[in-house]
């Protein structure tokens, strides 16, 4: 069994930066994959960014240039830093771990408003 903790969300004002973190506990294996994902309010859940058990990162197109993931494997932690933020990254962002089996944490709101 694998748990998530995401944290690090809140109220930004646009142009500014978040960093969220993704604690993960468990039964944790190196060759898992970890993602971010976002579901807005009335949408559909997405995903965001992917960093896979090589180190490879993927982005989608809406945040690519503007958030980096990155994940520390000592501490088994993920991160998503998040830039130049808009008011359509509003969401909740929940953290996932995929090792055969998806596992998802509860999820952190982040809101972009002046």
């Known amino acids: 069994q694998v748990q998530l903790v995401e944290s690090g969300g809140g109220l930004v004002q646009p142009g500014g930066s978040l960093r969220l973190s993704c604690a993960v506990s468990?039964?944790?294996?190196?060759?898992?994959?970890m993602g971010w994902y976002r579901q807005a309010p009335g949408k559909e859940r997405d995903w965001v960014a992917l960093?896979?058990?090589?180190?490879?990162?993927n982005y989608a197109d809406s945040v690519k240039g503007r958030f980096t993931i990155s994940r520390d494997n000592a501490k088994n932690t993920v991160y998503l830093q998040m830039n130049s933020l808009k008011p359509e990254d509003t969401a909740v962002y929940y953290c996932?771990?995929?090792?055969?089996?998806?596992?998802w944490g509860k999820g952190t709101l982040v809101t972009v408003s002046s």
């Open positions: 960093i896979f058990s090589s180190g490879s990162t």
């Open positions: 468990g039964s944790i294996s190196r060759f898992s994959h």
């Open positions: 996932n771990y995929r090792y055969g089996t998806d596992y």
